[in-house]
T-cell receptor, first 114, second 117 residues
Framework: DAKTTQPNSMESNEEEPVHLPCNHS???????IHWYRQLPSQGPEYVIH???SNVNNRMASLAIAEDRKSSTLILHRATLRDAAVYYC???????????????FGKGTKLSVIP | DGGITQSPKYLFRKEGQNVTLSCEQN?????MYWYRQDPGQGLRLIYY???????QKGDIAEGYSVSREKKESFPLTVTSAQKNPTAFYLC????????????????FGEGSRLTVL
């Protein structure tokens, strides 16, 4: 699997936007970019995913560089509930025909300051 | 509501004992997974199953065993052969319909924390 690089930790003030970077210089043309987050003592939860175009959903936005070698997860207004470890993961397209193994690295630990 | 239920949430074991962690899902998902997480680390894949009565080893299967007799259930047994079993164990599943079909989104349980005394 192609590898991703994320900062170990980041801080943000409450109610300010947060930009979480991810580098994936060896990404292949068919790899999707996924973001999950994990709250303390819980299982990870899906945040967003994309292939080439920027994506928005109710939780966050995903900005993908034109060369696809990096991406940024954007939380528009950080809240205390957004304090978590954020994982950036690459994977091939899911065929729906079998298992789908995602490799979770150490991620970025986001702290939100009240 | 549909989801994945893991039990127990906390478990203590003496050295040399086998323990079984339960994972049940009512999402009608075909594929199920077990991950292990150590403090400050990412998740490592132990075993996965694509279909009933079939499963494959992940990256760290030694000392673990699984079964998949029903679609809804994928229990993990931590055997005495696992030398360092203290960890947070996470079960997940993937579906073949709806949003899961397009994204391969993994749905996780709340986890089971195993401590060896």
């Amino acid at each position: 699997d192609a590898k991703t690089t994320q900062p170990n930790s980041m801080e943000s003030n409450e109610e300010e936007p947060v930009h979480l970077p991810c580098n994936h210089s060896t990404i292949s043309g068919t790899d999707y970019i996924h973001w999950y987050r994990q709250l303390p003592s819980q299982g990870p939860e899906y945040v967003i995913h994309g292939l080439t175009s920027n994506v928005n959903n109710r939780m966050a936005s995903l900005a993908i560089a034109e060369d696809r070698k990096s991406s940024t997860l954007i939380l528009h207004r950080a809240t205390l509930r957004d304090a978590a470890v954020y994982y950036c993961i690459l994977s091939a397209a899911y065929s729906g025909a079998g298992s789908y193994q995602l490799t979770f690295g150490k991620g970025t630990k986001l702290s939100v300051i009240p | 509501d549909g989801g994945i239920t893991q039990s127990p949430k906390y478990l203590f074991r003496k050295e040399g004992q086998n323990v079984t962690l339960s994972c049940e899902q009512n999402l009608n998902h075909d594929a199920m997974y077990w991950y292990r997480q150590d403090p400050g680390q990412g998740l490592r894949l132990i075993y996965y199953s694509q279909i009933v009565n079939d499963f494959q080893k992940g990256d760290i299967a030694e000392g673990y065993s699984v079964s998949r007799e029903k679609k809804e259930s994928f229990p993990l047994t931590v055997t005495s052969a696992q030398k360092n079993p203290t960890a947070f164990y996470l079960c997940a599943s993937t579906g073949t319909s709806g949003r899961a079909l397009n994204t391969g989104e993994l749905f996780f349980g709340e986890g089971s924390r195993l401590t060896v005394l």
